[in-house]
């Protein structure tokens, strides 16, 4: 994408009637504590990192049975993998002692996500190559949550302010029509003080923060921009 080109999809992005996925996850929540009086639907949560998965799950542990997915082959170099998944693993053996949440963590693979990315490697952040790697983690997540016959699917990652909530709810919704048994959980989880409880709780438990998100191209964009 040249500079015209990403104005004016700002510029479009601006004007476009947003959803509250807030709200919309609220109206969800109840029709859950109705339709499930006496149990926790099973929802399979994708996660990326502890700081971003913290407030999520805090926010949706009472009301759902969780399996967080950990799939993020994006993320470069191998170190940096390992400490997130690291991390991720601490804070919920510090949340859960007991063991209720489970994780699952696929094989890791960033030769061959970087490849896919690649022809997408100018486009700059926030555009069409993580509109594509939203999309890429959330459709391999959304399988395995339909193949595992799981109530509801959704990612943390509508936490965080670079990402875009609408973009993901989007795709989360044209997931939900790949995969019609589990219904895609709609969230904004930065709104209504979301964002603070994340800051919050990564303070309490000295969570790991990442200074880039997580592909090589956002890492030598961090690395440029420091130099
Ligand atoms: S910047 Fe983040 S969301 Fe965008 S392509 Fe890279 S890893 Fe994926």
Known sequence: MNKEDVARCISLRQKAYHTN?????????????????????????????????????????????????????????KAEYTRRLSELKRYLSEIDPDQSIQLIVTPYDNDAYTAKLAPMKDDPEGFGRCFYCYALRMNQAYAYASEHCFDYFTTVMSI?????????NEIGRSLSRKYPAVAYFYSDFKKANGQQRKDDLSKIHHLYRQDYCGCIYSWQSGHQKKK
């Open 21 to 77: 996925y807030y709200l919309e996850s609220l109206k969800t929540v109840k029709e859950i504590k109705e339709k499930y009086p006496d149990h926790k639907p099973r929802l399979l949560l994708h996660a990326c990192c502890a700081v971003c998965a913290s407030w999520p799950l805090e926010f949706l542990s009472s009301i759902f049975d969780i399996t967080v997915y950990f799939n993020n082959s994006n993320i470069y170099p």
């Open 160 to 168: 965080s302010r670079q990402k875009d909530s609408q973009k993901m």
